[in-house]
DNA sequence: CGGAAAACAAGCACCCTTGATTCTTTTCTG
DNA sequence: CAGAAAAGAATCAAGGGTGCTTGTTTTCCG
């Protein structure tokens, strides 16, 4: 547990505990969780290995740490990718094909190694599970917005959350190849489909 | 005396690997990829290690065998459950139920696991890569073939693929925490959507 | 035919590597 | 100088691989 808001901490120590974080997710998203081992992570972060001992008590703790810290980052990044969306006839596909580039890049990547881990240990998985509810949420409020639609007409809300399901498979479809080109025709077909359910 | 016992050796062996397999598949899914040791799975299959050993010499080998049983038996389900479905009216709800089923099933389950690690270990990864692109040609057109759709229609293709996807896409989010309950809403939603899509 | 030898299945014990954690020492900075 | 931060060495457990042994089945040759 981290100490209560006390005044902020020296600046080395912070930076150097930023570092191990942004190493954390980076390692997780390129080599797995597996091989995302502490020595791992400290080379990354270009510190020691009792630096990160020292910030980090144990791995289940450097993992805690990441996971609340990637969860700031990626309600970051749909913010600043819902703030620039076209507005007129392509928005619908430019907003599917948003939400696929989102699935697919290295958060996501980062995220999907720790889910499978969590699922498979305990007192992670509960932490994922709450921090991910909230993304989830701020996911899909940020989606109904830019589509501009209610959560209040009948259909609504299961037909955005099967989006963003269907973006969490193509998310996954990536993961062993580069499945690009058959996304893009997905995304376009489906952005299509959308449009239809939305207004029809 | 004491001659009844014929057994003969070929199918012992059979039986024990066949045991190995079952029993690599039942872990992957329960317990994940990195906890599926060599002595847990031989454990779970109630030989030694030594026999275990004895059928795989490595546990890359233990994977790769189990990989390819994993096809054909998610291949079987995928026939199993595509004979058994209704006529008329709830066809395409059944259908799209159905693979929402299979996909949150055990052997996509251990599948998963799989497949995030083989993400990052690559003689894994170029193996999984082949039969799960084998896997998703059949499910692919098994697809079209129980919703009578043909891809020779324009979007046909995309769109059942993006079903394809968002099933995966529910599958994980089955993994963390029981999903079931906003699935069968999803499922309803967009069962209409695919009518929809496939009709018009 | 009969019996040994080869082949095969399975079990058991040990070695070696890796990785996490603990402990001790050095280096900053306030 | 004192105490926090960082580095580095030492310890310890887990897991995979290898070699050896035992028992059983098949083969093959006198």
Redesign the pocket.
Known sequence: MAEPLRAP?????R???QKLLEASVESLAQVGYA??????V?ARA??????????F????DLFEAAVEYMTEVRLAEIRSHAASLPVGAGRTEAIVAMLADVYTGPLFRAALHLWVAASTEEPLRRQIVRLEAHVGRQAHRALLEVLDVSEKTPGVRETVQGILDMARGLGLADLLTDDSKRRRGIVRQWSKILDQALSG
Do not use: E, F, I, N
């Open positions: 901490q020296q600046d080395r120590s930076a150097t505990r091989a995302t081992t502490v020595a791992v400290a270009g510190v020691s290995r009792g630096a990160a001992q020292h910030h008590p144990t791995r289940a």
